[in-house]
């Protein structure tokens, strides 16, 4: 069966100013977890769902991105001369085939919604996914693939979602529930960052979307939302009743990396997971627990 999501749009042009001063020079989304960047977990993510296109909307020093997806003939060449063929197999073996990357910059960090809209020629008329390298979730199958399962049946505009506590609503886009299938939730309309006490659910939208081409004109026209930026969700909501709109409840752990505490946790929980370290780091856990 052909896949119906072709492409998917990395939106890294943000400041990552609660990352500074590490994002002073460097992107964000280059901040490894264990020993990968949090932007070429995304790209695995999205290459395992089948994506052929790997589209990147960057900024201003981002250009450490671009190198990252490219070959380097110099580091290659000086580590075959040392026989490092392992290193080699880690700098290349999970490069997206040569002409399936693109770049297009934002030129301004005017949010999310702006981000997705400078895609929009190399995206075209077509369903797209839009992964945020800094939600990294951990799932088998992964997330995204998930999704396009999903998608296969309801078309439209798919959200991935997650539960969260009713006081960290104002932290997320928030669904407002039509009806609730269980893996599946028909939505109604969504809210942006809502004050708590006032969401009309616990239902938050994580870094994972497939969105329906005409998402491309609502974000054209749209105005600047919460955070004076203009937002995907507006545009989202721009859509109902004319797009289907499904929130997905995935099954996976995900972590915010966009956050520091969020970012340290999902080291820790890699790095145990990892066969060649996990006793390692566990003996570490275990010593620093025993101190405090
Ligand atoms: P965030 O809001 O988490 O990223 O956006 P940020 O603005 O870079 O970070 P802080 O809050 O200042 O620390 C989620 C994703 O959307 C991208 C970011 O690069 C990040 O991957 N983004 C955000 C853009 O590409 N452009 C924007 O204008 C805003």
Known sequence: MSNPV????????????RFLPATKS????????????LVQHAVEEARAAGIEE???????????????FDRSA????????????????AIEAWLPATGSVAYTRQREPLGLGHAVWCARHLVGDEPFAVLL???LVVADPPCLSQMVDAYRRTGGNVVAVMEVPAGHVSRYGILDV???MGRLVAARGLVEKPRVGSAPSRLAIIGRYILDPGIFDRLGNAAKGAGGEIQLTDALSAMLGSTP?????????????GDKVGFLHANIALALARPDMGDEVREIVRDIARTL
């Open 6 to 17: 072709r492409k998917a749009v990395f939106p890294v042009g943000g400041l990552g100013t």
């Open 245 to 257: 709109f499904h929130g997905f409840r995935y099954d996976g752990v995900r972590y915010d990396c």
């Open 178 to 180: 039509a009806s609730d």
């Open 74 to 89: 110099e580091l290659r060449g000086l580590l075959e001369v040392r026989g490092r063929d392992d290193a080699v197999e």
């Open 26 to 37: 460097l992107p964000k989304e280059m901040l490894p977890v264990v020993d990968k960047p």
């Open 54 to 68: 790997f589209i990147f909307v960057t900024g201003r020093g981002k250009t450490a991105i671009e190198d990252h």
């Open 133 to 135: 390298a800094d939600d």
